[in-house]
C-alpha cells in the first residue's frame, strides 16, 4: 500500500520561499499520477498543481502559475513543490496525493480522483 509523507512546512515571511517534499513508500511515484492540494482554516481543500505519471509537464492553478513549481525525482520516490513569492493567503496545510493510473499525460486536478493522501504539512506565511 502507497503511503505519502510530507515535509518541509514552516514559518516564512511574505516573500518567502520554502520547499516541500512528498517521499513515498510501498510503491514506484513513477506508477502514479500525482498532485498537491492545500486547506486553509475553515476553507475547502484546493488544487494546487497536478503532474502526469509520464512526468513531463504539470498543470497549475490559477494562483500557483508562476510561483510554485512542481518537480518529480524518481530515484529518490519523493515529489517536490517548490513555494516561491509566498503570501498570507497562501498559509495552509498542504497535501501530496497519488493514484495509480495508465501511463501518460492525464492531469487529475480533483481531490476525489486520488487514492492515497499524506498527512500534510503545515506553511504560514506571514505579512
Known amino acids: 500500500q502507497l503511503q505519502l509523507v510530507e515535509s518541509g512546512g514552516g514559518l516564512v515571511q511574505a516573500g518567502g520561499s520554502l520547499r516541500l517534499s512528498c517521499t513515498a513508500s510501498g510503491g514506484a511515484l513513477n506508477n502514479y499520477a500525482l498532485g498537491w492540494f492545500r486547506q486553509a482554516p475553515g476553507k475547502e481543500r484546493e488544487f494546487v498543481v497536478a503532474?502526469?505519471?509520464?512526468?513531463?509537464?504539470?498543470q497549475y492553478a490559477d494562483f500557483s502559475t508562476g510561483r510554485f513549481a512542481y518537480s518529480r525525482d524518481n530515484a529518490r520516490n519523493t515529489v517536490y513543490l517548490q513555494l516561491g513569492d509566498l503570501r498570507p493567503e497562501d498559509t495552509a496545510v498542504y497535501y501530496c496525493a497519488a493514484r495509480a493510473t495508465a501511463y501518460g499525460t492525464n492531469y487529475f486536478l480533483r481531490d476525489t480522483e486520488y487514492w492515497s493522501w499524506g498527512q500534510g504539512t503545515q506553511v504560514t506565511v506571514s505579512s
Open positions: 503532474g502526469s505519471r509520464s512526468g513531463s509537464g504539470a
